[in-house]
Every structure is written in structure tokens, then in C-alpha cells.
């Protein structure tokens, strides 16, 4: 291995090969990926539901929705390389009084900021996918210019992206810790041996937190384990990919080949590494609320589960920006479960930080580790 580099990224997720090719493209110098995994994409990345949104309830989330949406919609196009991206829209299906007010606040922040949101009835909502239980539904809200992406097409086209580009990937190789001397980054350690570098970035998904202590850096944030279930294939499936929320559940849904993809929160989540489904749960909590919320689901029969971990800030807004007290230690963490759909523009982000000393594409000044010491936090409301 070479000891010496400009840039280190450490995590192959998405986010991390989104930052690999930005700084990259931007001419940084040498720049390596380092994941600890044999392959990209094989952590929070690999097991996410690949939806990304505009309706979001804080303004810095919707902003950057805006300018990684199009990223994502026009990556083809930009780099030449195959992703699969469907376009059906994100449906919040919400019922009582107190919980609709809150969309209907969401709604007419995103129209002000230019989002094609829509307040629709329970008649509209199962006009949109048919099925839908709606007897108790208050309303619903619904973007068109939501939809789905490959999230393991987007991470390997920006991989292949960054080493046109110059970058050096490489897999199996775990950073045991950053190095810090005098306040300043020295360079990472590895199993291959020292690395030195002047610039790392952070992008270690759940276990930043580990990598961030190695530093004398603490984050607060945490791992979250969520289950995933896929179907097989079922009459009355839905025909489009539009995905669903049940707002008060935050259970989701939406159309996986011949079957359905769902998955859902739970209100006593535990901090925890362990990315092994909870079948207990599966069976007691996600297909009871999947056949209340989308009835079809009954003659469907589970395929496939997984679980994968979401890393959690208090106020489920991601830390961005270089970590106060350590020159060049540059921090893209704590996304709540967010990360796929951001991760173009923050790639994008972390290069301008490194290039230019401030992030300039979207103002994440609010997006600082220091606002959890100030007590300045930015809440989400709509966490899926």
C-alpha cells in the first residue's frame, strides 16, 4: 500500500463513493477509498430500500433532496453507466386529526420551497395504488417526483465514476483508527500498515462513531438495526412502484418485482450492531400492520428478510462538516436512514469542503457536530 495520500475516505457505501469521485473529479490529488468489507455497498447501503423523497418536514432536508434528486434521476445521462431508477412517487397515508396537521405544515414548507406536493383524500390515495385500506385515513400527501433507485447501481457507478477519475478503491482493507497530531489530521492506520494523509473523511455509515472516537472526536449517533421484508409474488400486487407510509407506523411498502418490499420502525429501537432479523418482529409487528395498511399482503407469502443498520443522530439530521478541533478530519455521518437519497450532493459537499474550506452547493451550516453542544438542533419529523 502507499503510505501517503491527499484524501482518505473511509467507508465504501454510498456516501463514501460518492465523496471518492467528487473529490476525485475536483483534483484534490491522490485520493483512497478504504472499506473494510470485500465489496462496496455491502453494509447500511446494500440493505436500504433505495427511496428517495422530497417531502421531508425541516428545510435543510428538502434542500438537499433538491439537489441530489436530480443527481440521482440524471446519473446515466452524466456518467455513461446503467441505474435503474423509477419515478412512481411517495404516498404519506395518515390518519388522525393531530398527525395531519403536522403533514399539512410539511406540505406548504415544501410548496414554498418549489416541491410538487399534493394533499390528497383516502378516495385519492387508493386511486394512486389500489388496495390501500383507507377507512380511517385522514388524508394523504403525495409527490410524483419521489421514487426509487438501484442504491447498488448508484454506489458501484460512482466507484466506477471515481476511478476514471484517478481515485484508488480498495476492499478489505479496515482503518483501525484516525491519526491526530496537534489538532490536525496525520493520516489513518491500518492492518496494511500507516497511510498518511493530511484530509480524511469520515464516511464510516454506522460504526462512524468508532472511527470518529479513535480521533478524540465524539458523535452522537447510533446504530439502529431495521428489518426488511420481501415478498413473493401475490394477487393484487401494486403495479407501480409508488412507495407507501403509513405515518403513524412509519411501516412502508412498495412493489419488488413480482412481490412487495416492506419494513417499518420500532418505538423501543435499541442501540445495537447486530444486523440479524428479528423474526419475532417480522411476525408479531410488520405483517400484522402490512395486512392493516395493504390488505392484499394476505396471499402473499415472505420470500426473503434481511436487516440493516440506520445511523441515528438525536434530531435525525446527518453531521456534515469538518469535526471542530481537528484540521482536515471532515465528518458525513448520522443520515437516519436518509443517506442514499443525499449522498450525491453530499459527496459533492464534502469535496467543496476540502476544496474550498465550505460546503457552497447547499448551506448545511445548521449540519455542524458543534449544534449538539450548543443545543441549535434541527428536527425531522418524517423518519421512515
Known sequence: MNPTADVVVVGGG???????YHLAAAGVGRVVLLERAPTLGAGSTGACAGGFRHQFSSEVNIRLSQASIPMIVGFQEQHGLPLDVWRDGY??????????????????????LGVDVRLVTAAEAAEIVPGLATRDVRGATFCPDDGIADPSGLTHGYATSARRAGAE??????????????????????????????????????????????????????????????TGPFPGRPERRTLVIDAATSFYLHREGAG????????????????VPDERFIAERIVPTALGVFPPLAEAGIERTWAGLYEMTPDRH????????????????????????HAPV????????????????????????????????VREANVV
Open 346 to 377: 453530499v459527496g459533492r459537499l464534502v469535496a467543496e469542503i476540502v476544496t474550498e474550506g465550505r460546503a457552497r452547493s447547499v448551506d448545511v451550516s445548521s449540519l455542524g457536530l458543534e449544534r449538539f453542544s450548543t443545543g441549535e438542533l
Open 91 to 112: 404516498l404519506f397515508v395518515v390518519r388522525g386529526e393531530e398527525l395531519w396537521s403536522g403533514f399539512v405544515r410539511s406540505a406548504e414548507l415544501q410548496r414554498s
Open 169 to 230: 478503491i480498495r476492499t478489505g482493507v479496515a482503518v483501525r483508527a484516525v491519526r491526530v497530531g496537534r489538532g490536525r489530521v496525520l493520516g489513518v492506520t491500518t492492518p496494511e500498515g500507516a497511510i498518511d494523509a493530511p484530509v480524511v473523511v469520515n464516511a464510516a455509515g454506522p460504526w462512524a462513531g468508532v472511527l470518529a472516537g479513535t480521533a478524540g472526536v465524539e458523535l452522537p449517533l447510533e446504530p439502529v438495526p431495521r428489518n426488511v421484508v420481501v
Open 260 to 275: 412487495a418490499l416492506m419494513g417499518m420502525g420500532d418505538e423501543e429501537e435499541r442501540s445495537s450492531f447486530d444486523a
Open 318 to 341: 446527518p453531521i456534515i462538516g469538518e469535526a471542530p478541533g481537528v484540521v482536515g478530519f471532515v465528518l458525513a455521518n448520522g443520515f437516519s436512514g436518509h443517506g442514499f437519497q
Open 14 to 20: 454510498v456516501v463514501g463513493a460518492s465523496a471518492a
